[in-house]
């Protein structure tokens, strides 16, 4: 503990217990895919250990109205980023895209890098899509006024606390999530109800927003997003069916801070980067100005082995050890899902077809996707 309390650790569970406890809201609660194998060892489970169903009983036990996954929301991610990187490579548009899902490094190149903006993807974050569709598709379809909806994301990040403040993703009606808590706050709010966690049942997540695939299970981890994103523009460039374990891209596994990839697509080779750890998005970003990368995408995650490794997540002091557990955690989920690629979500296709009309489209634009703005240099 820092004793000047000057390294206090903001919490906002008070906010999340005054929403449940509030009978005009109705409070849905999304967990970010790499909570679900970290979360257990704030009771003293082994890192790894896969507890989704356990904590969709605690969260239902809890008084949440209804409990869904950010899964889903990665999933509709990969249909924009997929679509946006077809549509830039076939139009001869920026290259290499960037992914944008974590906020920490978006902030980064704001701040570091502003004459490449427009190389990040234009698509929300998984959590902050999942926002926008429960105030609007979800809340219509139950008939409840979006004011009364409280969206509150579980996420392994501290970053995005900051990222649902950020004044494009809040000014209108598409306002998307209201409160973030970490794994760390959850896990203190299990114990704060007196549930005992390791002794709970498992549940499943609710609907039409619960459904999800082996692609988004493994966006918690590094090159996870690279991986659903080639899934699913494999598919669609090359009019291929990826079969059984066709759908792993081995080459894009593995925890090393700077790797990378080629993928052959019909008669294109996409060449690949991945970076975990700003230090190494540096070196990509630097390449891509000097007019030297020879990237077609590029995965960035800010914490070294991804998401697994977030800053909000239980500590693990540097421990590679337990960043491998987490990581297979996720590939072995990946590899139990019946479907594992995201644009084979039936409840993601259903939301496209009755709402949002076509990926990429206008409507998709309106709702899913945002902008970066050069930021100060510090
Ligand atoms: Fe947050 Fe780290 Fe994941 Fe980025 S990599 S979204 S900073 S947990």
Redesign the pocket.
């Known amino acids: 503990v820092c004793p000047t309390a000057a390294l206090t650790e903001m919490y906002h569970t008070d906010k999340v217990w005054a929403a449940i406890n509030d009978p005009d809201k109705h409070v849905v609660v999304q967990t970010a895919p790499?909570i679900r194998v970290a979360l257990g060892e704030l009771f003293g489970m082994e890192a790894g250990s896969r507890v989704t169903g356990k904590m969709v009983t605690a969260l239902k036990r809890m008084g949440f109205d209804a409990v869904f996954d950010t899964d889903f929301g990665a999933d509709v991610t990969i249909m924009e980023e997929a679509s946006e990187f077809i549509y830039r490579l076939e139009n001869n548009k920026t290259l290499p895209m960037l992914t944008s899902?974590?906020?920490?490094?978006v902030k980064f190149i704001e701040h570091q890098f502003p004459e490449l903006l427009e190389v990040p993807s234009t698509s929300k974050?998984p959590h902050i899509m999942f926002g926008t569709i429960a105030k609007t598709y979800y809340a219509e379809k139950n008939n409840i006024d979006p004011d009364n909806i409280v969206v509150v994301s579980i996420?392994?990040?501290?970053?995005?606390k900051a990222e649902a403040a950020r004044p494009e993703l809040t000014k209108d009606e598409h306002n998307n999530v209201d409160i973030v808590v970490t794994t760390r706050e959850l896990g203190a709010m299990i114990k704060e109800a007196g549930i005992e966690f390791t002794q709970l049942p498992d549940s499943e997540f609710d609907h039409p927003l619960g459904e999800t695939t082996g692609a988004s299970v493994i966006f918690g981890t590094t090159g996870g997003v690279a991986e659903a994103a080639v899934r699913t523009a494999y598919e669609w460039i090359t009019g291929d069916e990826l079969k059984g374990e066709d759908v792993v891209f081995q080459q894009l596994r593995g925890a090393t801070g700077l790797r990378d990839a080629t993928v052959k697509m019909g008669d294109r080779e996409i060449r690949i980067g991945i970076a975990?750890g700003l230090g190494n998005a540096r070196r990509l970003l630097e390449e891509i100005r000097e007019g030297k990368s020879k990237y077609d995408i590029i995965e960035i995650?800010?914490?070294p082995g991804?998401?697994i490794?977030?800053?909000?997540?239980p500590y693990h002091h540097g421990n590679d050890e337990v960043i491998k557990k987490r990581q297979q955690g996720l590939y072995q989920e990946d590899k139990e899902k019946k479907v594992r690629k995201s644009h084979e979500n039936r409840e993601v296709l259903k939301l496209y077809e009755e709402y949002i009309g076509k990926p990429f489209g206008d409507k998709a634009h309106r709702l899913l996707h945002t902008h970066y703005e050069e930021r100060e240099r510090i």
Request: proline share 8%; aromatic share 4%; hydrophobic share 35%.
């Open positions: 790499a899902c974590c906020p920490a490094w974050s996420m392994p990040c501290i970053a995005k975990s995650m800010a914490c991804g998401c490794g977030g800053g909000g997540q």
